[in-house]
């Protein structure tokens, strides 16, 4: 779990995905290496907006450095506790 970066209250509007739904291949034994499963996630992201929202710039609306890490397409391991 990657820990919230921090927002002023008075200064956050929340991104709510909910219901994000990705075929992927994961697991570190060979008979889960052949097997697509579906993982969902409901992610919520606070972040300042206000420069996007004065400017109208999409420059200004990009995400906070922490928002930006992504599945990269390819074939990682991961391993469940549970």
Excluded: K
């Amino acid at each position: 779990m990657i820990a919230p970066a921090p927002v002023a209250a008075d200064r956050a509007d929340v991104v709510y995905i909910r219901g994000l739904r990705v075929d992927t291949v994961i697991g570190v034994y060979p008979w889960e290496r052949t097997v697509r499963q579906v993982l969902e996630f409901d992610i919520e992201m606070a972040s300042d907006t206000a420069a996007a929202a004065r400017s109208d710039a999409i420059a200004d609306a990009r995400l906070p450095r922490r928002g930006r890490a992504c599945p990269r397409a390819g074939r990682g391991q991961f391993l469940s506790a549970g």
